[in-house]
């Protein structure tokens, strides 16, 4: 009996590990066009960075299976003020670089990426952007537009 009950936990936790190794593989997959994407759109808007910029997944927060990413840019001569038009003038960057390389997202009719959140601190621009590759990523986006109206 307790050799059934160990081969069932095994069993368990065998499934667990290939379901975070699958999921790892996605982010990975994620993240890598997430930042091919990103990369474009700076060099489309004339943004000066030395590298394609790092990310790291912000999952960690909201949860698993998530594909969003945050970006650290360090910039000159940005400012508030102009955070909307740049988001926006990102949205359309991601929009293009999507149709060119024919990437459809989990909503087949909406975009595929978003900047789901702007903002500058100090010298450097905060960028996160949704890979909205799945239902997960979707709800983000969702509670994240919730929480901007809120505030």
């Given at each position: 009996?307790?050799?059934?009950?160990?081969?069932g936990?095994?069993?368990?936790?065998?499934?667990?590990?290939?379901?975070?190794?699958?999921?790892?593989?996605?982010?990975?997959?994620?993240?890598?066009?997430?930042?091919?994407?990103?990369?474009?759109?700076?060099?489309?808007?004339?943004?000066?960075?030395?590298?394609?910029?790092?990310?790291h997944?912000i999952?960690?927060?909201?949860?698993?299976g998530?594909?969003?990413?945050?970006?650290?840019?360090?910039?000159?001569?940005?400012?508030?003020?102009?955070?909307?038009?740049?988001?926006?003038?990102?949205?359309?960057?991601?929009?293009?670089?999507?149709?060119?390389?024919?990437?459809?997202?989990?909503?087949?009719?909406?975009?595929?990426?978003?900047?789901?959140?702007?903002?500058?601190?100090?010298?450097?621009?905060?960028?996160?952007?949704?890979?909205?590759?799945?239902?997960?990523?979707?709800?983000?986006?969702?509670?994240?537009?919730?929480?901007?109206?809120?505030?």
């Amino acid at each position: 009996m307790l050799g059934v009950i160990v081969i069932g936990a095994f069993s368990l936790l065998y499934q667990r590990y290939r379901r975070k190794k699958a999921l790892l593989v996605v982010q990975a997959a994620s993240k890598k066009i997430t930042d091919e994407a990103l990369a474009y759109c700076l060099q489309e808007l004339g943004m000066d960075f030395s590298d394609v910029p790092n990310s790291h997944v912000i999952s960690d927060v909201w949860g698993k299976g998530v594909m969003a990413f945050e970006y650290q840019i360090k910039v000159k001569d940005l400012n508030r003020n102009s955070l909307k038009s740049l988001e926006m003038a990102i949205n359309d960057k991601l929009s293009y670089f999507a149709q060119q390389k024919e990437l459809v997202g989990y909503l087949e009719k909406g975009p595929i990426f978003v900047v789901s959140d702007i903002w500058l601190q100090e010298d450097i621009l905060h960028i996160d952007i949704s890979h909205l590759v799945n239902q997960a990523t979707v709800s983000y986006l969702k509670d994240m537009r919730t929480l901007e109206k809120n505030n």
